[in-house]
């Protein structure tokens, strides 16, 4: 690797081209040759660049002389070249302690150079503060902006193979994924919030250069003041935070738990142009690369998305009750008091809402100057990466092989089941009690005028109440903890994997029936009854009873 080469980039060994990561086979490939190059080859590359640059970083004339200011309150390191810099911290308005830069090693890797100049971000920033004036955020930025400033942060960028658990709030099985993070910078300053510092990324990667003190002339520059520790946890928690939304999608919701574990990650250290305000709650930052604009005041929001599915089902079976009442208004108020008290007390067992800060974001921006005047373009995918990053899932197959699949959770076929296994359960008096008057109908007698299907009310009641706490409940449940598993094959090709009785689903999983014990066993209903004692006979006892008198009753001519 040559030392004029971004060190992000990793480049093949046969052809020189750029290598992007290969989740399926977990390597870099070639997008030219096709010529693989191994993760531990990839880091050992950037490790020897970083030892060469460490060299010539060290012995500068511009490191010997630098300064660092270090501030008593909020703890703020700051670096100048020596003489220059102010003399108060910015972060929290502080008068800063002066020494010399004793250890030039702390310098970073790499940096980004300002691309958008001090004047500019001002204008913009209060351009975006005047547009947003109705927002507490927006009068904040306006009346705040004597405190605008600009600095190269201290970050760590991070780059390689992820893995994941996941789990779904409510359900019990565990899925795995892996997946790559490709240049996810984490802040390494405690004095502003991580998390708006993440909403103004993405910085454009290529553009990246190795450190000479020449970038930073006239420029504040901020040097790390966390502990390794501390930014060990916070890459990880940034991590997740990164690998979190495609997650999401796979699993079909926010709700969820992910533990995430890393491979042998490549970090470098990096500085990155930032302008920002920093006033009481109000955290303003501008990336001064693309002039994304991301705003808190540490506001919050609650969203109970899990409301949403049982309003709808609410509103299904007050409809469908008001087709049956011809739509008489005071028998719909009524269902739609009795169905929203069952269905959400069901479906909100063990659900909470979710709470986000309030950040406001501008669109995903890249900055670029036509005869020396700034332009910005906004879009959501004006910086994107050539590779498909989007986690994977593995499951063993049937040699214990973690191979790569893809997971389904609804199918045409699996909603056509649960509608006939939910109506033959509700309906089966019906069916074998109309076979049965059938069978055995006088002779001239008509059909429709011995057959009253109202006789299996009491049957129809209880399994329709079974019925919907399957269905707003069980339902969920069985599909998650039961999907549909895809291998993916070498050619691309999917091919269903796993034994039937995994993918299987059914009223009685609700109770446990079917599922897995800690011991690895199946429980059958037979144990089920047995684990309950007395009160499981009884109920079968009952359930039977008013079974076959609803039959019986329906069968007598």
Not at 150 to 177: A, F, S, T
Not at 192 to 209: C, I, K, Q, T, Y
Not at 400 to 416: A, L, Q
Not at 503 to 523: A, N, Q, S
Request: some cysteine; overall charge positive.
């Amino acid at each position: 690797m040559s030392d004029n080469r971004n060190p992000l980039n990793i480049y093949c060994r046969n052809c020189g081209a750029p290598a992007g990561f290969d989740i399926l086979n977990q390597t870099y490939r070639c997008s030219h040759c096709g010529e693989l190059t191994g993760i531990e080859e990839a880091n050992t590359r950037v490790m020897e660049w970083k030892a060469l640059h460490k060299e010539n970083k060290c012995s500068n004339q511009d490191a010997r002389t630098a300064e660092e200011r270090n501030c008593p309150n909020c703890g703020a390191k700051v670096m100048f070249a020596e003489g220059e810099g102010s003399e108060t911290c910015d972060f929290c308005g502080s008068k800063l302690a002066r020494k010399k830069l004793l250890n030039p090693s702390r310098i970073p890797d790499i940096i980004i150079p300002f691309f958008i100049t001090h004047e500019e971000a001002r204008e913009r920033m209060l351009n975006w503060g005047k547009a947003h004036k109705m927002t507490p955020e927006g009068r904040s930025i306006v009346s705040s902006m004597g405190n605008f400033r600009g600095y190269y942060l201290p970050y760590r960028l991070v780059r390689g193979p992820v893995q994941g658990l996941v789990k779904r709030n409510g359900g019990e099985r565990l899925y795995n994924c892996k997946g790559f993070l490709n240049g996810t910078a984490v802040n390494t300053s405690q004095q502003l919030d991580n998390l708006v510092l993440n909403e103004m990324e993405p910085f454009d990667w290529s553009e990246a250069r190795p450190f000479e003190f020449g970038y930073i002339a006239g420029h504040n520059v901020k040097l790390e003041d966390i502990p390794d520790a501390q930014i060990d946890r916070r890459i990880k928690d940034e991590v997740a935070e990164d690998f979190r939304p495609d997650v999401e999608k796979v699993m079909q919701t926010p709700e969820l738990d992910l533990s995430v574990s890393t491979g042998k990650l490549m970090t470098v250290k990096a500085l990155l142009p930032v302008y920002f305000i920093k006033s009481g709650k109000l955290t303003a930052v501008m990336n001064g690369q693309t002039g994304r604009i991301a705003v808190s005041k540490e506001r919050k929001k609650k969203r109970a998305l899990w409301a949403i599915e049982p309003s709808i089902i609410t509103a299904v079976l007050t409809f469908l009750m008001g087709m049956w009442s011809h739509f008489n208004l005071e028998m719909m108020i009524l269902s739609a008091l009795v169905f929203s008290a069952i269905v959400f007390a069901i479906m909100g067992d063990g659900r909470k809402s979710i709470v986000r800060n309030i950040v406001y974001k501008s669109n995903t921006s890249k900055a670029k100057r036509d005869d020396g005047k700034l332009k910005i373009r906004e879009g959501k995918d004006i910086l994107t990466n050539s590779y498909d990053n989007t986690p994977v899932f593995y499951e063993e197959d049937k040699d214990g092989e973690s191979v790569p699949v893809k997971i389904k959770f609804y199918s045409v076929g699996r909603w056509i089941s649960i509608i006939l296994r939910i109506l033959i359960m509700v309906f089966l008096p019906l069916i074998i009690g109309a076979f049965l008057l059938w069978a055995n109908l006088p002779e001239g007698a008509s059909f429709s005028e011995v057959f009253h299907p109202e006789y299996g009310g009491a049957w129809y009641i209880i399994t329709g109440f079974v019925a919907l706490i399957y269905f707003v409940k069980g339902v969920r449940r069985d599909i998650y903890d039961h999907p549909l598993i895809y291998k993916i094959l070498p050619n691309g090709k999917k091919r269903l994997m796993g034994k039937r009785r995994d993918r299987k689903i059914g009223i009685l999983h609700m109770f446990g029936v079917g599922e897995t014990d800690e011991d690895g066993k199946r429980v059958s209903l037979f144990r089920l009854l047995r684990d309950i004692g007395g009160a499981g006979v009884f109920i079968i006892i009952v359930f039977v009873g008013i079974f076959i008198g609803c039959v019986a009753a329906i069968a007598m001519p």
